[in-house]
C-alpha cells in the first residue's frame, strides 16, 4: 500500500505569516492528491485537490504544488488567518490501493496554530 | 440535502458488547467507506464498498463487519468490542465520476468508548 508522511506534525505561526506542510508519498503511480482541513472536533473537509497531470493549483489564499518525480506535495497558505488554525491532512490516492476502490492513504496530519 | 448522517453520536459500550454503527447519504453517491481516527494517527480506512452489495477490506478491517444492503446507507458492525476499538469513526461517500478520483463527504463521527 502507499506509504504517506506530512511534515512538520506541529506548525505555529504569526497571523499574517504563511505556512507551508509537505507530504510524501511512496507509490509512483499516484494520480491525485488532496488536502483536507479538520477543525477540532468537526469532521474532515476538502480543501484543495490536485490531480497528476497538473503542477500547481491555487484557490485564494491556499495552493497546492505538486512535484511528481520527487514524490512529494506541498499545501501552501498565504496571509494566514485564526480561522485557518486546524488539523491539516494529505490523502494521495494511490494505485496500488486498486483501481476500482478509490482508497485515499491519509497522513497523520499536521496541527497548524496561527497565533493573533 | 442532509449530506452524510451518522448514528449514533456516542456510545459507551463495555469489552465483548456488540453494536452498529449507521451512515447514511443522501447524495446518490456510489462509494461509501468507514474509518476510525485515534490521536496521532489521520484517519485509517476499515472497509469500503464501491457500490450496493459489495464490500471490500480497507487497512484495518479486524474485529469489524460491514454491510452495504442498500445504496444510501453502509452499516459498520463491531461484534465483539475490545478497548482497542476505542475510537472516532467516520464515514464517507463519493460519486463515481467517470474512475476519476474526486472529494470525499464525511459524516459527523461517532465517538465510542470501550470500557
Known amino acids: 500500500g502507499e506509504n504517506v508522511e506530512q511534515h512538520p506534525s506541529t506548525l505555529s505561526v504569526q497571523e499574517g505569516d504563511s505556512a507551508v506542510i509537505k507530504c510524501t508519498y511512496s507509490?509512483?503511480?499516484?494520480?491525485?492528491f488532496p488536502w483536507y482541513k479538520q477543525e477540532l472536533g468537526k469532521r474532515p473537509q476538502l480543501i484543495i485537490d490536485i490531480r497528476s497531470n497538473v503542477g500547481e493549483k491555487k484557490d485564494q489564499r491556499i495552493a497546492v504544488t505538486l512535484n511528481k518525480t520527487a514524490k512529494h506535495f506541498s499545501l501552501h497558505i498565504t496571509e494566514t488567518q485564526p480561522e485557518d488554525s486546524a488539523v491539516y491532512f494529505c490523502a494521495p490516492r494511490g494505485l496500488s490501493s486498486g483501481a476500482g476502490s478509490y482508497q485515499l492513504t491519509f497522513g497523520k496530519g499536521t496541527k497548524l496554530s496561527v497565533i493573533p | 440535502n442532509a449530506g452524510v448522517t451518522q448514528t449514533p453520536k456516542f456510545r459507551v459500550l463495555k469489552t465483548g458488547q456488540s453494536m452498529t454503527l449507521l451512515c447514511a447519504q443522501d447524495?446518490?453517491?456510489?462509494?461509501m467507506y468507514w474509518y476510525r481516527q485515534d490521536p496521532g494517527m489521520g484517519l485509517r480506512l476499515i472497509h469500503y464498498s464501491v457500490g450496493e452489495g459489495t464490500t471490500a477490506k480497507g487497512e484495518v478491517p479486524d474485529g469489524y463487519n460491514v454491510s452495504r444492503l442498500k445504496k444510501q446507507n453502509f452499516l459498520l458492525g463491531l461484534e465483539s468490542a475490545a478497548p482497542s476499538q476505542t475510537s472516532v469513526y467516520f464515514c464517507?461517500?463519493?460519486?463515481?465520476?467517470?474512475?476519476?478520483?474526486?472529494?470525499?463527504?464525511f459524516g459527523p463521527g461517532t465517538r465510542l468508548t470501550v470500557l
Open positions: 447524495m446518490n453517491h456510489e462509494y
Open positions: 507509490d509512483s503511480a499516484s494520480n491525485y
Open positions: 464517507a461517500s463519493s460519486p463515481l465520476l467517470s474512475r476519476i478520483p474526486s472529494e470525499q463527504f
